[in-house]
């Protein structure tokens, strides 16, 4: 890495990078960086928090646990400790991640915001530019992922209400809201075990559930559900397996339609290839519902001072708000000049194609499918930069 020119006291603001700049010190980021060490080719990682993997280890509640079985979620190259459960804790995870870092000898360039990104046609590199520089590669690859930003909705009257508001961001445990009326915006995984925690606490959650959705159990006779619709994906076709997937659910947990939970028309896993909405894998949150000790509510047509207002005329007071509403991806706040990206920041190009674009940039995290779907961009691009890294230093050799 080399300076383009230095400012006074020889601090340099611009800076050359052989390999590729990546953005992001997230699992995305440390696979693909680990891959192309793997194939010699260096990088440099620009992570904008002081520590990898932010999201899991500052914005993640305590109990969280893996949703699947840690092979499905193991970056590549090195696999978890043979001594990890099968859902592997948070804690574990990060630990997993500090460990992958240190064996790769992957080092990022922390508490670098970056502020711009943008391709240079005359010179044919890109640009990123943060606050302290501007670093300058032939190649870029977006690792900020899905999931960099929360995502607060506009929900009517909520600047009113006098109690707390808070994002599942910056959610940690039930502890804090022991005994009182929560109301839980969202019914996803994060809004399940989130009202599962309250519980614990004797607080009286209510989850809201605006639209349809999936609950299938964790687990099938004892197997990961997502083990055995992976295994039964190489032989049927899907709308079988999602047939035999709801076939499974209303044999274990019951017709959840009965609950205030009605479930989609589409099938599970051809909903979630479409949209990227995960079925919700329960861990207990049902049978909470079922027991009358998490309330499940229509949605929510304004909050009030004291509580909020429901799309079926029902009123009801709370002493607390949790938005279990999700991430957004940030990457059209920061990088410009290319069409690649929806206005969501999404790959515009599906899966399995959307983790390479044109003049050198890639994108990695952003394909839906979790982890698995990070570690399958990060083999490709690095596999793709290589073989431009082998011919480019074949030619300064000539």
Request: charged share 20%.
């Amino acid at each position: 890495m080399g300076s383009c020119k230095e400012e006074d006291g020889n601090q340099p603001n611009c800076l050359w990078v052989d390999g590729p700049i990546i953005v992001g010190a997230g699992p995305s980021g440390l696979a693909v960086s680990a891959c192309l060490k793997e194939n010699g080719v260096p990088s440099v990682i620009l992570e904008r928090s002081d520590c990898i993997a932010s999201l899991w280890q500052q914005k993640t509640y305590d109990r969280l646990k893996l949703h699947l079985p840690k092979q499905f979620c193991e970056l590549p190259l090195l696999g978890f400790p043979e001594n990890f459960p099968k859902y592997p804790t948070k804690h574990q995870f990060i630990s997993y991640m500090q460990y992958y870092a240190i064996h790769f000898s992957i080092e990022p360039k922390f508490k670098q915001v970056v502020q711009s990104a943008e391709y240079d046609v005359v010179c044919g590199v890109w640009r990123v530019r943060t606050q302290d520089c501007e670093y300058v590669s032939r190649w870029i690859i977006v690792a900020t992922g899905e999931n960099a930003e929360p995502f607060i909705p506009d929900i009517q009257g909520i600047e009113k209400f006098q109690g707390h508001v808070r994002h599942t961001s910056v959610y940690k445990s039930g502890s804090e809201f022991q005994d009182q009326r929560v109301l839980v915006i969202g019914c996803g995984n994060s809004g399940m075990e989130v009202s599962l925690d309250l519980c614990r606490y004797n607080a009286t959650p209510h989850i809201v559930v605006r639209n349809t959705v999936h609950i299938l159990p964790r687990e099938i006779f004892g197997i990961s559900t997502f083990a055995v619709a992976m295994a039964l994906l190489k032989w049927l076709p899907l709308w079988l397996v999602d047939k035999f997937l709801l076939m499974v659910a209303n044999f274990s947990i019951g017709n959840t339609d009965t609950l205030g939970l009605k479930r989609p028309k589409t099938g599970p896993i051809q909903l979630k290839n479409a949209t990227g909405k995960t079925p919700v894998l329960d861990v207990g949150a049902l049978s909470q519902i079922k027991a009358g000790k998490i309330k499940v509510a229509e949605g929510v047509r304004e909050i009030t001072r004291r509580g909020a207002k429901f799309v079926d005329g029902q009123e009801r007071e709370f002493d607390s708000i949790i938005l279990a509403t999700g991430y957004k991806s940030n990457v059209p706040a920061w990088l410009k000049g290319c069409d690649f990206f929806t206005k969501e920041g999404m790959p515009k190009t599906p899966f399995p194609n959307g983790w390479k674009g044109d003049n050198g940039l890639y994108t990695v995290g952003f394909t839906r499918r979790g982890l698995l779907g990070t570690a399958s961009d990060a083999v490709k691009i690095a596999k793709d930069i290589a073989g431009q890294w082998t011919l480019m230093k074949g030619c300064k050799k000539h």
